[in-house]
């Protein structure tokens, strides 16, 4: 694959302030000065797309957000994927598991995943109808023995994706195991493990999608990706990129893993 990776900044709510948020984007903005062979991302809180967006865009840094609302018009404190485009925004993290497990909370077992992943479904859709390319996160909550967590992951990419096959030229996926996320490097998945589920992502993209498209998705991975490990995820993993949590909220930090990424 010739493409260039994809590294994706997940600020989650790390920087809380907007003078936080900008004082990074302009240190990034010289960072990337003679950067090449790596393509950089910040999904910002909605608050600081827009100042973020102004400050990076004589960069190719792209910017976006972090879930956009699966509906238009009356509701109230939602964010409408036009919304986030209007203000700077190319792209948004759809189905991010801490969204998931907002919807999640109050309900037992898995009988409310239907609900979450028609909710994931609607968001993604929207994003996509407004020119956003879609991030789409899927990840099991635990790895189990039986292979369980395998189909819960082909259930999630299939409804997500269910009707909107003709979207999936701009889409992204993100496979972030919920188990991995906010540990540190040592805790992380191992690549020869990322490895096995990426295959078997794109094999169930492939089944979902037209075949030619699914495999031109880029398929990255999120769950404490730290410069330690970085470098032998990208490479014996064989993912398209990452999706940065903590790691991401300080910029030295986070470039080091940039670095790690070029081709
Ligand atoms: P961490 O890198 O903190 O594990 O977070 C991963 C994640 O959720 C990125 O979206």
Redesign the pocket.
């Given at each position: 694959m010739t493409r260039k990776r994809l590294v994706?900044a997940?600020w989650?709510m790390y920087l809380e302030s907007a003078d936080g948020a900008k004082e990074y984007a302009r240190a990034l903005k010289r960072k990337m000065k003679g950067l090449t062979g790596v393509e950089v991302a910040i999904?910002a809180p909605a608050p600081f797309i827009s100042e973020v967006a102004a400050i990076l865009e004589s960069t190719p840094v792209r910017i976006g957000a972090q879930t956009v609302s699966g509906y238009t018009g009356a509701h109230t404190g939602e964010m409408s994927a036009a919304m986030a485009r209007s203000v700077g925004a190319d792209f948004a993290?759809i189905g991010?598991?801490?969204r998931r497990a907002l919807l999640r909370q109050g309900y037992e077992g898995q009988a409310f995943e239907p609900k979450i992943n028609e909710q994931v479904h609607r968001e993604l859709v929207q994003a996509a109808s407004a020119g956003l390319m879609p991030v789409l996160?899927v990840g099991e909550l635990a790895h189990s023995e039986d292979g369980a967590h395998v189909a819960f992951v082909a259930e999630q990419l299939r409804s997500a994706l269910v009707g909107a096959q003709s979207l999936a030229g701009k889409l992204v996926v993100?496979y972030?195991p919920v188990w991995?996320?906010?540990?540190t490097a040592s805790d992380?998945m191992k690549p020869a493990e990322v490895r096995e589920m990426v295959i078997f992502i794109r094999k169930t993209l492939a089944d979902i999608l037209d075949r030619k498209l699914a495999l031109k998705v880029p398929v990255l991975y999120?769950?404490?990706?730290?410069p330690d490990n970085a470098r032998g995820l990208i490479e014996e993993g064989d993912v398209a990129g990452f999706?940065?949590?903590?790691?991401?909220a300080d910029v030295a930090t986070f470039f080091e893993i940039v670095s790690q990424c070029k081709k």
């Open positions: 994706v997940n989650k999904a993290i991010h598991s801490e996160c993100a972030e991995a996320i906010g540990k992380a999120g769950g404490s990706v730290e999706l940065v949590g903590h790691a991401s």
